[in-house]
């Protein structure tokens, strides 16, 4: 079965009553953990960004710290799934200062890791591919948090 575009799909929900708006949306909750993580967002938390992203950051914090730190091979599989649902948080809100919050938590935690990332090319490679990421999401806001976020960044290079 082939989707249909973003546009059909909007034109056709605007003909539909508001009890069946509801009943679509608790049914598309039902199919997907996504789908039910985007709906308590939107609902619950996109009122409050910052409490958001300080609830993100401790989920981020809690996975960091469950690292099985053996060896390389298991802390890289798992950063690259913290980093998949940092991103995951990231697509729920949509907002650029919550994106690079959020990355740069990431990357502070990533190199606080220990054993440190620098003992391992492909992490580095990770941490480096981020840093550019939030570099450029920079350049897209007002320069006052051009300066702001600028300076962060610098800091946890230098780190």
């Given at each position: 079965?082939?989707?249909?575009?973003?546009?059909?799909?909007?034109?056709?929900?605007?003909?539909?009553?508001?009890?069946?708006?509801?009943?679509?949306?608790?049914?598309?909750?039902?199919?997907?953990?996504?789908?039910?993580e985007?709906?308590?967002?939107?609902?619950?938390?996109?009122?409050?960004?910052?409490?958001?992203?300080a609830?993100?950051?401790?989920?981020?914090?809690?996975?960091?710290?469950?690292?099985?730190?053996?060896?390389?091979?298991?802390?890289?599989?798992?950063?690259?799934?913290i980093?998949?649902?940092?991103?995951?948080?990231?697509?729920?809100?949509?907002?650029?200062?919550?994106?690079?919050?959020?990355?740069?938590?990431?990357?502070?935690?990533?190199?606080?890791?220990?054993?440190?990332?620098?003992?391992?090319?492909?992490?580095?490679?990770?941490?480096?591919?981020?840093?550019e990421l939030?570099?450029?999401?920079?350049?897209?806001?007002?320069?006052?948090?051009?300066?702001?976020?600028?300076?962060?960044?610098?800091?946890?290079?230098?780190?």
């Open positions: 079965m082939k989707s249909v575009s973003l546009k059909e799909l909007k034109q056709e929900l605007s003909t539909h009553s508001q009890s069946e708006l509801l009943a679509y949306c608790l049914r598309l909750s039902k199919f997907k953990k996504d789908n039910k985007l709906l308590t967002y939107l609902l619950f938390e996109s009122f409050d960004e910052i409490m958001y992203v609830n993100v950051k401790n989920e981020i914090n809690g996975q960091f710290e469950q690292i099985n730190k053996t060896n390389y091979y298991f802390i890289r599989k798992s950063v690259r799934k980093l998949v649902n940092t991103k995951k948080y990231i697509r729920y809100s949509q907002k650029k200062e919550t994106e690079i919050d959020l990355l740069l938590h990431f990357c502070t935690k990533l190199k606080e890791l220990n054993p440190s990332i620098s003992g391992n090319a492909q992490l580095t490679k990770l941490f480096n591919t981020q840093i939030i570099k450029n999401k920079i350049s897209l806001l007002h320069e006052d948090l051009q300066f702001d976020y600028g300076f962060e960044v610098n800091k946890l290079v230098r780190l």
